[in-house]
């Protein structure tokens, strides 16, 4: 007799981690609106959130942000962005 019911078990899940954990929150302005964007260590842009909503400040909570994004390393990630934006923007080292 089957236990699972005439549904089947799902597969097991791999070992192997399927995303790079998010790194930097960085908050900045953009067409008005402040954004947050996260993004994997090599600076890949991995989602983008309203810094209204609570998963925002929960992330950031204790944490002391870096004060403008105006190095070379994030160059082509915020490439979208004036400069004046990102002299402004927060950037946030996240606990991995």
Not at 15 to 21: A, D, K, M, N, S
Request: cysteine-free.
């Amino acid at each position: 007799m089957n236990n699972g019911f005439g549904i089947p078990t799902p597969s097991p899940h791999s070992g192997t981690p399927r995303h790079q954990p998010v790194r930097y929150l960085v908050i900045i302005e953009s067409a008005g609106a402040s954004i947050a964007r996260l993004f994997v260590a090599s600076r890949e842009q991995v989602g983008e959130l309203d810094t209204a909503t609570e998963e925002v400040s929960q992330m950031t909570q204790g944490l002391t942000p870096a004060r403008g994004a105006l190095d070379p390393v994030w160059d082509r990630a915020l490439a979208a962005h004036s400069a004046a934006e990102r002299a402004a923007a927060e950037v946030f080292t996240l606990d991995v």
